[in-house]
């Protein structure tokens, strides 16, 4: 398994506030994503990035900003959180070379 | 549209009693169809990734096989601790390695 580590792993924050979501990995992977986990939706991609400070937007990127200075962490930040932003989001990784990703244990994010 | 279905929603076996989860995809130059396992509160974990039709990879009591639209995970003589959530995705002709997911199918094997 890749070694992929989320932080926090539980928040809760008030609607309005600026959040942001780490991503570390430890495998040197270049490509990173962030996905948000919604009851009837399924697994969304918000961004993903394809190296150092190379990103670009998923299909639901709106409200969302991301940034990566380092090979191994990947930050998704709200930017100013709403109640529609309460999700699970996961972070997951691979390999140049391969297709299937590689999934971190998620935060569940709350906007109250 | 690329799109991933899942079929059923929801799976209730007896221990012991086989069967199959479905997944449909439409999906323009297929890359690659993956399925993975996600417990409770955790994330998914990867199973297989079938390339071609007529593909096949087995794990234990998984087995999954591909054909031009659809993907089937087979299940045989499940046992409790086979109970979770998977999931099917594919991987299109993108070159950003982005993967359309399906929304699951919720296993629950009864002792």
């Known amino acids: 398994d890749a070694g992929i580590t989320q932080s926090p792993r539980h928040k809760v924050t008030e609607t309005g506030t600026p959040v942001t979501l780490r991503c570390h990995q430890t495998?040197?992977?270049?490509?990173m994503y962030w996905y948000r986990q919604d009851p009837g939706h399924g697994l969304r991609l918000i961004h993903y990035?394809?190296?150092?400070?190379?990103?670009d937007k998923g299909e639901v990127s709106d409200g969302y900003s991301v940034s990566r200075s380092k090979t191994e962490d990947f930050l998704l930040t709200l930017e100013s959180a709403t109640s529609s932003q309460t999700s699970v989001y996961f972070c997951a990784s691979k390999v140049t070379e391969a297709y299937e990703q590689y999934f971190g244990p998620g935060t569940r994010l709350t906007v109250t | 549209e690329d799109q991933v279905t899942q079929s059923p929603e929801a799976l209730r076996l007896q221990e012991g009693e086989s069967s199959s989860l479905n997944c449909s995809y439409t999906?323009?130059?297929?890359?690659?169809l993956f399925w993975y396992r996600q417990d409770p509160g955790k994330g998914p974990e990867f199973l297989f990734t079938?390339?071609?039709a007529g593909e096949e990879k087995e794990k234990e009591r998984l087995k999954a096989t591909l054909t031009k639209k659809e993907s089937f995970l087979h299940i045989t003589a499940p046992k409790p601790e086979d109970s979770a959530t998977y999931l099917c995705?594919?991987?299109?002709?993108?070159?950003?390695?982005?993967?359309?997911f399906g929304q699951g199918t919720t296993l629950q094997v009864k002792p």
């Open positions: 079938l390339y071609s």
């Open positions: 495998e040197n992977h270049r490509y």
């Open positions: 990035s394809y190296g150092v400070k190379d990103t």
């Open positions: 999906v323009s130059g297929l890359r690659g």
């Open positions: 995705a594919a991987h299109g002709s993108s070159n950003t390695g982005k993967l359309i």
